[in-house]
């Protein structure tokens, strides 16, 4: 049984509901797409299973303000103060739209610039992920239509083996600048992966390095960030300063950054 406080279950749920309503969407024979004005794709799944979590949300911590990245792209943008909830309803579009079972939920709650708890629930694959500052990162899987809270694996980072790294890059945005980056470190194998599954391999021991020298928003990263960090990674600008959130005057764009496991 994990040691997860009532209120990272209660975002875990959340965010294991509106899987479900994004599964639904992703069971359709033709899934209808709009381009956004920054030319990122956008679904009626996206935007149902964002309605739903800030609902929910409203309801479970009213007080709360919620940065979501389809209320920010139509330019509603909460006022925030310390502490405020990250989401994006359905990270790694494209990978929905080519259907390769890689997109994810994510819920991040962030407490004075640092993630304090998140969720990465990956519905295509039964799998949930889900870390709390204090309290640790687990894997969480469904089981009978439910999350097998009992059956929660506690993940945890691990060492880099003496023969190089396992480096986890993304499916659809890997470009030349990761390439050159790398080329100074002792690499073993590549994993591609999409949205902020990336995280959470490296979280549970499967990779060791994540670079991401390409756009990224808050919402991205925030509920990943926060899954790493409690499993006891770190995630850092790529000169290795603490990375932020709550970077209202960039809009919530995040700069480059390092993820990593055990040092």
Request: charged residues 25%.
């Amino acid at each position: 049984m994990t040691q997860l406080s009532s209120s990272t279950r209660a975002l875990a749920e959340i965010a294991f509901e509106a899987g479900k309503i994004i599964l639904r969407h992703y069971a359709r024979e033709t899934i209808a797409t709009r381009t956004k004005e920054d030319h990122s794709p956008v679904t009626a799944a996206d935007e149902e299973a964002e309605a739903y979590i800030l609902s929910r949300l409203a309801v479970v911590a009213p007080e709360v303000p919620i940065i979501a990245e389809e209320e920010a792209a139509s330019g509603r943008i909460a006022k925030i103060g310390s502490r405020f909830f990250l989401v994006d309803p359905l990270d790694g579009t494209k990978e929905f739209l080519n259907r390769n079972g890689e997109f994810t939920v994510n819920i991040a709650e962030v407490l004075n610039g640092a993630p304090l708890r998140g969720v990465v629930y990956i519905p295509a694959k039964d799998r949930l992920f889900v870390g709390e500052a204090g309290h640790g990162a687990f894997d969480v899987r469904v089981s009978d239509g439910a999350l097998d809270w009992r059956g929660a694996r506690r993940i945890e980072v691990c060492k880099p083996s003496e023969d190089g790294l396992v480096v986890v890059a993304s499916r659809s945005h890997r470009d030349y600048k990761t390439e050159e980056f790398l080329a100074d470190y002792k690499v073993k194998d590549f994993k591609a992966a999409g949205s902020s599954l990336k995280f959470c391999l490296v979280a549970a021991g499967e990779a060791d390095f994540y670079p991401r020298l390409g756009r990224t928003m808050e919402w991205d990263t925030a509920a990943g960030h926060a899954v790493l960090a409690a499993a006891g990674g770190s995630v850092t600008t790529i000169d290795g300063r603490p990375f932020v959130y709550g970077k209202v005057e960039e809009k919530f764009a995040n700069p480059f950054f390092l993820a990593r496991g055990a040092k």
